[in-house]
């Protein structure tokens, strides 16, 4: 076996015994999660933008970006709900490159997971401490789930995991919203097997327990668009693609039929910018059709404090060292411009 065992990691149990949550945050996150199912469940008009970086890669200036979308998210808490997008994982599609903040928590050094483990759930903390904001992150790794499952309020699994059998599993266990990517290749029925699953009860193995799970009724898709097999990107946002959603859930019957749209991956064609047409673009086909107004709760938007990328040793602060994002004055422009067309 070609493996080298370096270290046993700590359990989820004892990182919470040394980083434990107040009992202010946690009646916090008990409030915004109450907040974020009631519009999965159908109960509230409001709409979502689970909105942040690419990747989260410095504390600085991630709570940097937080502080600032807190501000706005207190002007619009009306119509919107914001859920801070803090990827801690970053999933490469060869395996190669920076993988986040739980392999690097300093991108610049070598991998270390035990103080990546630490950094990311200091980081979630400090978002919910500071700012009063739960957050969303990826399950990437099912297993590690429980080292911040008293600091989410949100976990989406990824295009290139959402046929895992451990991640489904693990995701019909948890009580907060799951939302299931489809696959890169594009085949929606994947992704509503993948619905299925989360939503219906399981035995299974977890973190070396036989487990039971009830089943989580607020697991739902996440349109990403998807890639042909001779590399074109072809988008999933339009209104024909979400009433075909829309019918797909009835068809199978699944309980609370609901849809994020991720504004950026395949549907912008990689063209990050073109984040706020896309925005705009779902916001009126809810407008000119109901079952879409009501299928539709959410938007997936990658932004950060500077337009664009840079090289993982770039000294700007504030802007992606992996997939491009939208800058501060476009994210800000882009909130406001939604809550006034909702």
């Not at 370096?6 to 946690?26: F, G, N």
């Not at 797909?248 to 609901?258: A, D, H, I």
Request: aromatic share 8%; proline share 5%; hydrophobic share 35%.
């Amino acid at each position: 076996m070609n493996l080298k065992f370096y270290r046993k990691l700590p359990i989820p149990l004892e990182i919470k015994e040394q980083y434990p949550v107040t009992e202010k945050m946690a009646k916090e996150k008990k409030k915004r999660d109450k907040e974020i199912h009631d519009v999965f469940f159908g109960e509230s008009n409001k709409f979502i933008l689970i909105i942040g970086p690419c990747s989260a890669d410095k504390m600085e200036s991630v709570l940097e970006y937080v502080g600032r979308l807190k501000k706005i998210s207190e002007e619009v808490s009306d119509k919107l709900i914001i859920i801070p997008r803090i990827y801690t994982n970053k999933p490469r599609t060869t395996g190669d490159g920076y993988k986040g903040m739980l392999h690097q928590p300093d991108p610049k050094g070598h991998p270390d997971m035990l103080k990546g483990i630490v950094a990311t759930r200091e980081l979630h903390m400090a978002v919910l401490r500071d700012y009063g904001m739960s957050g969303a992150d990826e399950m990437l790794y099912p297993d590690n789930h429980r080292y911040l499952s008293d600091l989410l309020s949100y976990a989406a699994v990824g295009a290139r995991s959402v046929e895992n059998q451990q991640h489904r599993l693990t995701a019909s266990g948890l009580d907060i919203p799951v939302g299931l990517k489809n696959p890169t290749e594009g085949d929606l029925n994947v992704m509503m097997n993948a619905i299925i699953a989360a939503q219906h009860p399981h035995t299974f193995i977890y973190r070396g327990w036989e487990v039971e799970s009830t089943g989580n009724l607020l697991a739902h898709a996440i349109m990403r668009g998807y890639q042909t097999v001779d590399g074109r990107t072809i988008p999933n946002y339009h209104y024909e693609d979400l009433l075909s959603v829309y019918e797909l859930y009835k068809k199978f019957g699944l309980q609370n039929p609901s849809v994020v749209v991720d504004t950026n991956h395949a549907n912008s064609g990689k063209k990050y910018l073109e984040q706020p047409r896309i925005a705009s673009d779902v916001i009126h086909s809810m407008r000119q059709n109901n079952s879409i107004r009501k299928l539709c709760k959410g938007l997936m938007i990658e932004s950060y404090l500077v337009d664009g990328a840079q090289k993982v040793d770039g000294g700007t602060f504030g802007q992606s060292i992996t997939d491009p994002c939208i800058g501060w004055d476009k994210t800000a422009k882009l909130i406001y411009d939604i809550a006034d067309k909702l």
